[in-house]
């Protein structure tokens, strides 16, 4: 019994994370699949950032505190995530 409870708790944590973590299929009508385009003419082109700088950009769209004139496209897209996810997926893309 204590083993199925033990078991059902991870299944559920797996679950929400993989429910919470930003899909990054929803970027690419924008960035491009591997982030190689100009997002709407106007961003830089994210694969050539750092890991670093992606994660700044993105909790900075949330925050309202960073980007150009096209910043309310991007809060958009992140408004709805932790910081922790932002930071998270930050890693997967760029260099
Ligand atoms: C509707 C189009 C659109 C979608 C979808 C979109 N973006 Fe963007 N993104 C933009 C635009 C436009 C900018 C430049 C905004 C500005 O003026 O600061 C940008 C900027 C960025 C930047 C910073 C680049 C820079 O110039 O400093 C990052 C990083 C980024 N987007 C990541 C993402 C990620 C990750 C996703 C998916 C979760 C995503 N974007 C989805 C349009 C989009």
């Not at 997002?39 to 980007?67: D, P, R």
């Not at 997926?89 to 260099?95: H, S, Y």
Request: aromatic share 4%.
């Amino acid at each position: 019994m204590k083993k199925i409870v033990i078991a059902s708790i991870a299944a559920l944590a797996v679950s929400s994370v993989a429910m919470a973590a930003v899909n990054t299929a929803a970027c690419a009508a924008c960035h491009g699949k591997h982030f190689e385009k100009h997002a709407m003419g106007k961003s830089k082109i994210v694969k050539n950032m750092t890991h670093a700088e992606i994660a700044t950009a993105l909790k900075g769209y949330k925050a309202g505190t960073f980007g150009g004139v096209l910043k309310g496209v991007m809060h958009g897209q992140v408004a709805r995530y932790s910081d922790a996810d932002l930071e998270a997926v930050a890693q997967t893309i760029g260099k």
